[in-house]
């Protein structure tokens, strides 16, 4: 099972990036998927989290303005940011929980992270 993420890139604050992660491999079903995000020096940070039944929980600083989403039928997430802030600016990772068909492991199953860089 692999993770590709993509969608990264420059922006000015306030501006908007959308994200996209694919999933490839022997998948029977994605459990659950997560973005992180890790500015520079800093821990890697929870910012939205899809269970299975759509239930999406999303970091207080990031609440109104980042929506995930994500399509089963394709195996790929979206994580949509609007109003992005300088701050925000540090690679963003997509995460998953997979049952796959070949393997006993269940994951987390991490892409290799996007860029985005937001300007003042």
């Known amino acids: 099972v692999q993770l590709q993420a993509s969608g990264g890139g420059s922006v000015q604050a306030g501006g908007s990036l959308k994200l996209s992660c694919g999933a490839s491999?022997?998948?029977?079903?994605?459990?659950?998927v997560s973005w992180y995000r890790q500015a520079p020096g800093k821990q890697r940070e929870l910012v939205a989290t899809?269970?299975?039944?759509?239930?999406?929980t999303y970091s207080d600083s990031v609440k109104g303005r980042f929506f995930a989403s994500r399509d089963s039928a394709q195996n790929t997430m979206v994580l949509e940011m609007n109003g992005l802030k300088p701050e925000e600016t540090g690679v963003y990772y997509c995460?998953?929980?997979?049952?796959?068909?070949?393997?006993?492991?269940?994951?987390?199953?991490w892409g290799q992270g996007t860029q985005v860089t937001v300007s003042s």
């Open positions: 995460n998953a929980l997979i049952t796959a068909r070949d393997s006993q492991y269940t994951g987390p199953y």
């Open positions: 491999g022997s998948i029977v079903k994605i459990n659950a």
């Open positions: 899809i269970i299975n039944g759509g239930i999406t």
